[in-house]
């Protein structure tokens, strides 16, 4: 199985998806793209052997659907048969999450359907939440709303800030969404 892989950041998640799938792994990282030229995960992705695009958001204005086209013409390109989104900050329409209906994920930094969104932790803390995590999903044109895959929950603790309680959901990441591709890639 071919997998694209879309990044705004330092792409973190992304790194572990492509170290994922080596040896017997069903799939192989095909591609790494971004919205953003200066995403630090195209240039891990290059590191890696992975070749990568960008397309910058801010050109197109409000023309999604144009800025949506661009990507489409360079994902289709590499052929892909899964599009993972990891890290990705841009809102999708559901013209581009029709075109990959059924074969597109998600991980999002919240134990879904809480918290959709942004500023997940905060909101947790500011909740008052015993335990927080994150959740591997499929993407449907519903934000943060497609069939879960797994979660994984981390505690939290009484001084937690939002930056220290990302750092641990996001070791829950690296470890979640490489097990759940593995096996959405098996069952495709
Ligand atoms: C993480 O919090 C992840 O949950 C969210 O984007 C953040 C950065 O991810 N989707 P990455 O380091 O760019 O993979």
Redesign the pocket.
């Known amino acids: 199985k071919r997998v694209a892989i879309l990044?705004s950041?330092?792409?973190?998640?992304?790194v572990k998806l492509v170290e994922s799938m080596t040896g017997d792994h069903p799939a192989r990282a095909v591609l790494v793209g971004s919205n953003d030229h200066g995403a630090g995960?195209l240039k891990r992705a290059e590191e890696m052997g992975v070749p990568t695009f960008a397309v910058d958001h801010r050109p197109f204005g409000k023309d999604r659907a144009a800025f949506e086209a661009e990507l489409i013409r360079h994902l289709d390109a590499a052929r892909p048969d899964i599009l993972c989104l990891?890290?990705f900050m841009r809102i999708l329409t559901p013209t581009f999450i029709n075109h990959y209906a059924g074969r597109m994920l998600n991980?999002?930094?919240s134990l879904l359907p809480k918290y959709k969104g942004l500023h997940t932790h905060a909101r947790a803390l500011e909740a008052g939440d015993s335990e927080a995590g994150?959740t591997v999903h499929e993407v449907t044109a519903e934000l943060d709303d497609g069939p879960i895959l797994g979660q994984a929950r981390v505690p939290v603790v009484p001084d937690d800030t939002p930056e220290t309680l990302?750092a641990r959901v996001?070791a829950e990441?690296h470890k979640l969404y490489p097990a759940m591709l593995r096996k959405f890639a098996e069952a495709l």
């Open positions: 990044v950041g330092g792409g973190s998640n992304m995960g990891a890290g991980i999002h930094p994150c990302a996001l990441e």
